[in-house]
């Protein structure tokens, strides 16, 4: 399986922070924003990744995350010339993702909850199945965001409707930017027609699927956070969830270096060697901590 990070946008929400660097290269409290999209497809175990980036800020990504080696990962880098919806992605990235699944995640959002790993097990079956995973998070003001309309039933959560910023919303289940498709999703992607905004929408793409019948919907409820980090109230509350969870159990979430060590991907002596680097602040002293719990 393959994972994109869109990472794309002019962060003009974010202006004066972001006119000199893209906000997902800025700080989320101990780490940049780009390290907690790329700490969910790690947890969902993907190892090839491709970060799609404004042209003038790719440089400054690759500078930053390199290969990923260092994470026991394989980066890849494209560019997304204009901001032309969320759907080119998946045609940007049509050779790299080949004849395998992809998940995409859009690189201002934050995902914490216990639970996370296995709902992205629980999507990544669905891929295996030919079908595509949505995931609902309640807001209090869904005419911001892509909405999806749901059916609970006991037989399951389906879906319903999709629609982009509705000035009428059917639910208030706030469509995040997390996304899970079969393969074939670049050949979807290309059928998608632009929208009055001259964009190829995401809704758009997700509703060809519930129209086939292939659409599933993961509802994060209780115990799950979700943060679209784009404007500067997101950014500090974030940012103020992350120092409070961190300090009060003495650790580092959404860690790639972490994440890699414990899926195996890097081994003790890989992560020593990046907590000495790191070792000045806290992020870097807090990742020794799973080394000293093995010995």
Known sequence: MKGIILAGGSGTRLYPITEGTSKQLIPVYDKPMI?????????????DILIITTPEDNENFKRSLGDGSQFGINLNYAIQPSPDGLAQAFIIGEDFIGGDACA???????FYG???????????????????????YQV????RFGIMEIDESEAGTYVVS??????????DYAITGLYFYPKGVSEMAKDVKPSDRGELEITTLNDMYLQMGDLRACLLGDGYTWFDTGTFDSLLDASNMIRTIEHNRDTVICCPEIIAYNNGWIDSEKLE?????LSKNSYG??????????R
């Open 35 to 47: 390290y907690y999209p790329l700490s969910v497809l790690m947890e969902a175990g993907i190892k």
């Open 285 to 294: 002293q807090r990742l020794s901590k799973p080394l000293r719990k093995r």
């Open 104 to 110: 995409m995640v859009l690189g201002d959002n934050i």
């Open 140 to 143: 209090k003001d869904p005419e």
């Open 273 to 277: 060697t990046r907590a000495k680097l």
């Open 162 to 171: 999709v629609e982009e910023k509705p000035a009428n919303p059917k639910s």
């Open 114 to 136: 216990s639970g996370l790993k296995g709902v992205l097990k629980e999507a990544i079956k669905n891929t295996s199945e030919n079908k595509a995973t949505i995931f609902g």
